[in-house]
């Protein structure tokens, strides 16, 4: 049984009240208030919805998978009738007409919404330094960043707020914070999950991304939550997921094996021989243009996100800025209503797609895509994943890159790859004495339930 599973069978058993329940994690995330974890806390709603399944359990009816199960969610999914945010001036009075098709499968099982987390604006970053509502603290060490875009979530469960967090990873934002804040973060086939009711980055890698404790209860998660969904087009269902039956094939990643920081590269040789001990086969693997990754991400995200947020203009969508003809009103809602990140990517994004340059720029980076697609492909045929840091650092300081730009966009050198081939990627905490490492798994696309296994595996390995 997992974790998850437990909570909602003690709570079917009565060992658990739902109420006690939620208002023990509406304490603790009272008590962590100066990390800045939460956009919104839903103390009355979430009250509420206790004492609802509370009353359903007395009266005998059935609940589901999730009975009881206290969680947050990244505050770019909407929650009809509650604002959602996206941590952007644009969309602090936004209230959500509808609700997200995965938030909705999660309610549905009666798990219980706490409150909506930080994120970096529009879920830009790296670091959820980049939020109108200021940065939030890692868990671990409040001077340090959870890592981004999905802070909130990751630092929601380090810090023993709740014992699962929804997020986004459209470029590594679960996976990163997962690693800085030593928790299990998911991020699965693209199109494994509904995007439909998640404020749009970048559309052709956005993922809704589970954080958890441990590997099972984001299976536990992923199950709920797959599936093919009539409001988004590029949904599928899950088939029957590879069972290996014989010890695994891994490969390193060759070119995410240098430039490590020491603590990093000491976790993850030590993860290595732990898995060689168990038997299983470990190669060096090379993805030659893996390390062009980076600039394909973001020329390719930046094409997408100046599209996407050119509906937020102050007459269809978002905060007016001011009064007077389009020009001005639409000039002084975008001046006011993003971030400096924001900007930075619809400036870039407009560049490389402009009459002139979209050859050189966009349609180059759509070839190297599809190479890396081709060398993850090339990669499989002789292992079953491919391993690597999900990180050449541990969690930085608060304020250290927000000066660089492109420093920030270094952090993200390992997790885009698998973003651009939609495959699935986990990053699961490694045994450390020090600040949290995160090993990245990454498997063929609709492996999901093989990678979880996998990380599972590694994670109980002596
Ligand atoms: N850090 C990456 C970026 O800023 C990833 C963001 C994300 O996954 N939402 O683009």
Not at 54 to 74: I, S, T, Y
Request: aromatic fraction near 8%; include cysteine.
């Amino acid at each position: 049984m997992t974790g998850l599973e437990q909570i909602a069978a003690q709570t079917k058993a009565g060992q658990l009240k739902p109420s006690q329940v939620v208002r023990e994690a509406l304490d603790k995330a009272a008590a962590c208030e100066p990390l800045n974890i939460f956009t919104e806390v839903l103390t009355d709603s979430a009250l509420g919805q206790a004492r609802d399944l509370e009353d359903r359990l007395a009266r005998g009816e059935p609940v589901g998978k999730l009975a009881g199960v206290p969680f947050c969610v990244k505050d770019n999914f909407l929650y009809r009738g509650t604002t959602t945010t996206a941590a952007a001036p644009f969309l602090l009075d936004f209230t959500a007409p509808y609700t997200a098709t995965c938030l909705k499968k999660i309610l549905a099982e009666d798990a219980i919404l706490l409150g909506k987390t930080n994120l970096d604006a529009f879920a830009h970053g790296t670091s959820t330094e980049n939020s109108y509502f200021g940065p939030t603290k890692n868990p671990r060490d409040p001077s340090l960043t959870p890592g981004g875009s999905s802070g909130g979530s990751a630092a929601a469960v380090a810090a023993d707020i709740c014992p699962f967090a929804l997020g986004t990873d459209t470029g590594g934002s679960v996976r990163l914070p997962a690693s800085f804040c030593g928790v299990f973060g998911f991020k699965p086939t693209y199109g494994l999950l509904s995007r439909y009711g998640i404020v749009a980055m970048a559309s052709s890698t956005d993922c809704v991304s589970p954080v958890t404790r441990s590997p099972a209860d984001a299976a536990y998660l992923t199950r709920i939550l797959a599936g093919a969904d009539p409001l988004d087009g590029t949904t599928f269902d899950a088939g029957p997921d590879p069972v290996l039956g014989r010890t695994p094939k891994v490969g390193v990643v060759k070119e995410f094996n240098t430039g490590l920081q020491p603590e990093v590269g000491r976790a993850f040789e030590a993860v290595l021989d732990r898995i060689k001990s168990a038997g299983w086969q470990v190669s060096e693997v090379s993805l030659p243009d893996i390390g062009l990754a980076l600039a394909c991400y973001y020329v390719l995200v930046s094409a997408e996100v100046s599209s996407n947020l050119s509906r937020y203009d102050g007459l269809r969508y978002g905060a007016r800025g001011g009064e007077g003809d389009w020009e001005a009103v639409v000039g002084s809602s975008r001046a006011g209503g993003f971030m400096a990140e924001n900007k930075r990517r619809i400036m870039l994004g407009t560049y490389v797609l402009s009459q002139g340059y979209y050859e050189a720029y966009y349609q180059q980076a759509q070839k190297l895509r599809t190479l890396l697609i081709r060398q993850f492909e090339t990669a499989f045929r002789d292992v079953d994943a491919l391993l690597s840091p999900v990180s050449p650092t541990t969690a930085f300081k608060l304020g250290e890159k927000t000066a660089d730009p492109l420093q920030m966009y270094m952090a993200d050198l390992m997790t885009v790859a698998a973003s651009l081939a939609g495959i699935p990627a986990a990053s699961l905490p490694l045994p450390v004495s020090g600040l949290p490492v995160g090993l990245q798994i990454m498997t063929p696309q609709k492996t999901d339930g093989m990678n979880l296994r996998l990380a599972e595996e590694v994670g109980k390995l002596p």
